[in-house]
């Protein structure tokens, strides 16, 4: 059974970096596609970056274009959101997401069979 534990969140200003981590277990982690997405109150999850399972491709979101940049490291089964330039507007809980059946990365969130408990990023203006 597959587990993900983010951390890395915390409350910041605006202008600062943030790096969150997530920690892949109970699969092969090269097999999976990996994603982060993030959520308001009152608002659906949606999708903020992913990566494929070798690295060699990634896609955002065009709200963190430019500012975040995702990144894997296979050999310690972990992905890593680096957030820089951040915006009050970037306050979220951010999750991670891992499927080993996707083709291709996916911006949606119901494709995405694994999820972690997520961490609390706010900005402040």
């Known amino acids: 059974q597959v587990q993900l534990v983010e951390s890395g969140g915390g409350l910041v200003q605006a202008g600062d970096s943030l790096r969150l981590s997530c920690a892949h277990s109970?699969?092969?982690?090269?097999?999976?596609?990996m994603g982060w997405f993030r959520q308001t109150p009152g608002k659906e999850r949606e999708f903020v970056a992913g990566?494929?399972?070798?690295?060699?491709?990634?896609a955002y979101a065009d709200s963190v274009k430019g500012r975040f940049t995702i990144s894997r490291d296979n050999a310690q089964n972990t992905v890593v959101l680096q957030m820089t330039s951040l915006k009050p507007e970037d306050t979220a809980v951010y999750y991670c997401?891992?499927?080993?059946?996707?083709?291709?990365?996916?911006?949606?969130?119901?494709?995405?069979?694994?999820w972690g408990q997520g961490t609390q990023v706010t900005v402040s203006s």
């Open positions: 997401a891992a499927d080993r059946t996707l083709v291709f990365i996916d911006r949606r969130t119901r494709e995405y069979r694994d």
């Open positions: 109970g699969g092969t982690f090269s097999n999976y596609i």
């Open positions: 990566i494929s399972r070798s690295g060699g491709t990634t």
